[in-house]
DNA sequence: GCCAACGTTGGC
DNA sequence: GCCAACGTTGGC
């Protein structure tokens, strides 16, 4: 099967990438946006490459890379009271939100920053850079994978 | 901290 | 089905 890129979008104050080297791997959980849940339900694959944005929380920028390691299942918070992302409306039979298993790429040398990305050709057309562009869990290309982890490498 | 852009909800 | 109101995101 074709691999495929994707960048997931972090809050660092919530899970920055040192805490995913830490853990090793985890679950991706807390995604409530429709359009990123049929992205991680139905398009991302064990063995896909993910770059990790840190957003919100200067400096924002791509730090590293994590690897699929199972693909989409039920987010277990949306059954969870407790939760901050319960969700009333999902149930154990028909589950509304899913998330991937992700463990640890590698820890860019340097961070590349959003500033940085935006003079680089070759992501004129990355989805992150569009006006507006919201979504958390985003597709990548092959050429824009390749040059953000050759910035990253310096 | 502010504000524009966006997605979702809910009333009609 | 439409759209205004609302809450959230994300860049600065």
Redesign the pocket.
């Known amino acids: 099967m074709k691999k495929n890129y994707w960048l997931f ?1 972090s ?1 660092p104050d919530v899970y920055p990438i040192e805490q995913l080297a830490k853990d090793g791997s985890t679950f991706w959980d807390g995604i ?4 990123a849940r049929n992205t991680l339900r139905d398009d991302v694959q064990v063995g896909d490459e993910v770059l990790y944005y840190h ?4 400096p ?1 920028a791509a730090v590293g890379t994590a690897r699929v390691v199972r693909a989409g299942s039920p987010d277990p918070t949306q059954f969870d009271k407790k939760s901050k992302y319960y969700d009333e ?1 999902a149930s154990e039979e028909e589950p509304r939100w899913y998330g991937v298993d992700i463990e640890l790429g590698e820890i860019f040398a340097r961070p590349v920053t ?2 940085e990305m ?1 003079e680089m050709k070759a992501l004129a057309d990355m989805v ?1 850079l569009q ?6 869990i985003q597709p990548v290309r092959k050429k824009e994978w390749t040059a953000i982890l050759k910035a990253g490498r310096k």
């Open positions: 979008k809050e409530r946006n429709y359009q957003s919100r929380i200067a924002m409306k959003l500033a935006r992150l006006k507006g562009s919201r979504l958390s």
